[in-house]
Nanobody
Framework: QVQLVESGGGLVQPGGSLRLSCAASGSIFSLATMAWYRQAPGKQRDLVAAITSGGVTDYAVSVKGRFTINRDSAKNTVYVYLEMNSLKPEDTALYYC?????????WGQGTQVTVSS
């Protein structure tokens, strides 16, 4: 069974930090590219950061130098983390975990991040 479950969102002040976690269960994810996307109200869903199974990372320009993606695995589950520092109000969005292998793409339910004073 394939499942992605995000956690770690919340309310944080500008300049603060948060760590998002995603547990992706299913053998397909061991060789999948894992990513975090975000979607603000009224806007499209955009890529935030991605990491391949070999550890190669890519970041959106707006988060480069502030966010870090990494991954780990245990048995049949891949864990993907997004460390977010120096958060800005414009980082406010619903953050989604994604796993992609070939044409197969899987999504979590999202976790809300709100940056506000």
């Amino acid at each position: 069974q394939v499942q992605l479950v995000e956690s770690g969102g919340g309310l944080v002040q500008p300049g603060g930090s948060l760590r998002l976690s995603c547990a992706a269960s299913g053998s397909i994810f061991s060789l999948a590219t894992m990513a975090w996307y975000r979607q603000a109200p009224g806007k499209q869903r955009d890529l935030v950061a991605a990491i391949t199974s070999g550890g190669v990372t890519d970041y959106a320009v707006s988060v480069k130098g502030r966010f870090t993606i990494n991954r780990d695995s245990a048995k049949n589950t891949v864990y993907v983390y997004l460390e977010m520092n120096s958060l800005k109000p414009e980082d406010t969005a619903l953050y989604y975990c994604n796993g992609q292998r070939g044409i197969a793409s899987y999504w979590g339910q999202g976790t809300q991040v709100t940056v506000s004073s």
